[in-house]
């Protein structure tokens, strides 16, 4: 077989993913399929193919309905041919388009979620296919921020300053602490991105168990506990969206996984499926009765952290100067607006002397200051870094 036939057989992270210097990445599926260790089904082991490269593309009509997700082959022959559009959306994943509207055929998929302290996991799962693997990192920086506020906020009331007119405080309908709130709800944004593109029917999550306190009953536990009631808060917003909600033990997907032969493993930080998505794949399949993921690759998500808007810096300047310090907004763009400059897509994270900082969409790290904005082409605003990892562990910015 020649070359020239063996690079027409590519998958989503060589034809869709693009690296920091804008150009497609090249890569070529072996020509032969690997065999999976053997799996146990109904006492019988036998061989199963390794399907890993089968990354399912999220498609849209024209009204961005969303529709059941296409191969990386499919959606490439409908961007060349014009009849779709490219788009990412604000978890970084790439979607297509269509530039007419479909009468939905979907089939149930099912939305697998594994809550954790510093890492969650998901999976969207089908009753043949794995649409999509992610991991994100829980935002921990709420509590120092709201400790830092409070100790601002004290020390201007010893200063000669201006003052606002005393008034009452605003009707505060939340009822979370503001970490609580902040860890709960990054969940909650996440549901929504990947319902917006994906049409999940129902959502499996396990189920979080709360710390007790000796001597106190179960009600007052399930009360006041911050994990109780955030992740009851969680819940109920899962069945506002009239989505199916099941709850399982973790005990049941332990056994769960253990059928499926499926490792996990003990390095909470790897970046792998089988760190914190392979629970996620797990409790999605229960719902549809999957077996076997067809895809191990990777959507590896970190929130994007943007200072928002003080009265002032905590340290003053020279002569006593206090200058502005946070904010959201760029010259009219929001900060996490993914744009293009100079071939190359990265995200505003601040402005300086009426220059743009720009910084890497994979790994935050600034890498212009002096960005002119008529030199930026906007496309759209992310709320999260991503990175797409491969099954062998390969990395590259699922963004750009």
């Known amino acids: 077989m020649s070359n020239a036939k063996r690079t027409t057989r590519t998958d989503l992270s060589a034809s869709l993913a693009l690296p920091t210097s804008g150009h497609i990445v090249s890569g070529v599926l072996p020509l032969k399929e690997e065999l999976s260790s053997s799996c146990k089904v109904e006492g019988k082991r036998y061989p199963v193919r390794d399907r890993s490269h089968n990354m399912r593309v999220p498609v849209l009509d024209a009204e961005m309905h969303p529709l059941m997700p296409t191969t990386s082959s499919r959606a490439r022959l409908l961007l060349t041919g014009?009849?779709?559009?490219?788009?990412?959306?604000?978890?970084?994943?790439?979607?297509?388009?269509?530039?007419?509207?479909?009468?939905?055929?979907?089939q149930p998929l099912a939305l697998g979620i594994d809550p954790g302290s510093s890492f969650e996991g998901w999976s969207v799962v089908g009753a043949k296919v794995t649409v999509l693997n992610g991991t994100s990192k829980?935002?921990?920086?709420?509590?120092?921020?709201?400790?830092?506020?409070?100790?601002?906020?004290?020390?201007?009331?010893?200063?000669?300053?201006?003052?606002?007119?005393?008034?009452?405080?605003?009707?505060?309908t939340k009822s979370l602490?503001?970490?609580?709130?902040?860890?709960?709800?990054?969940?909650?944004?996440?549901?929504?991105?990947?319902?917006?593109?994906?049409?999940?029917?129902?959502?499996?999550?396990?189920?979080?168990?709360?710390?007790?306190?000796?001597?106190?009953?179960?009600?007052?536990?399930?009360r006041f506990s911050p994990i109780e009631q955030g992740k009851q808060w969680f819940y109920e917003q899962i069945r506002n969206k009239d989505l199916n909600l099941v709850i399982y033990k973790g005990t049941e997907t332990k056994k769960y996984r253990d059928w499926q032969m499926l490792p996990k493993s003990k390095n909470k930080v790897e970046k792998s499926f089988s760190a914190h998505a392979v629970d996620a794949w797990v409790l999605a399949a229960t719902m549809v009765g999957a077996?076997?993921?067809?895809?191990?690759?990777?959507?590896?998500?970190?929130?994007?952290?943007?200072?928002?808007?003080?009265?002032?810096?905590?340290?003053?300047?020279?002569?006593?100067?206090?200058?502005?310090?946070?904010?959201?907004?760029?010259?009219?763009?929001?900060?996490?607006?993914?744009?293009?400059?100079?071939?190359?897509?990265?995200?505003?994270?601040?402005?300086?002397?009426?220059?743009?900082?720009?910084?890497?969409?994979?790994?935050g790290e600034r890498t212009d200051r002096s960005a002119k904005l008529s030199d930026v082409n906007v496309l759209t605003r992310i709320a999260f870094r991503t990175e797409y990892i491969n099954k062998n562990g390969g990395r590259t910015s699922a963004t750009v």
């Open 177 to 222: 602490p503001p970490s609580t709130f902040a860890r709960w709800n990054a969940k909650v944004r996440i549901l929504n991105q990947l319902s917006k593109i994906i049409p999940i029917s129902g959502v499996a999550v396990e189920d979080v168990a709360a710390r007790t306190k000796k001597g106190k009953d179960i009600g007052w536990n399930q």
């Open 138 to 172: 829980t935002p921990k920086h709420v509590k120092g921020a709201v400790e830092q506020r409070r100790v601002m906020r004290r020390s201007r009331r010893g200063r000669n300053c201006r003052r606002r007119q005393c008034r009452s405080n605003r009707n505060i």
């Open 291 to 363: 077996f076997q993921p067809t895809d191990r690759s990777l959507y590896y998500w970190t929130p994007v952290v943007n200072s928002k808007r003080s009265l002032h810096r905590a340290i003053p300047q020279k002569g006593g100067i206090r200058t502005r310090y946070g904010g959201t907004r760029c010259y009219g763009l929001s900060k996490g607006t993914l744009v293009r400059y100079r071939g190359i897509l990265k995200y505003i994270s601040g402005y300086q002397k009426e220059r743009l900082n720009l910084n890497n969409p994979t790994t």
């Open 82 to 106: 014009s009849k779709a559009s490219a788009y990412w959306n604000k978890l970084g994943i790439f979607c297509i388009i269509l530039k007419k509207t479909v009468m939905p055929n979907n």
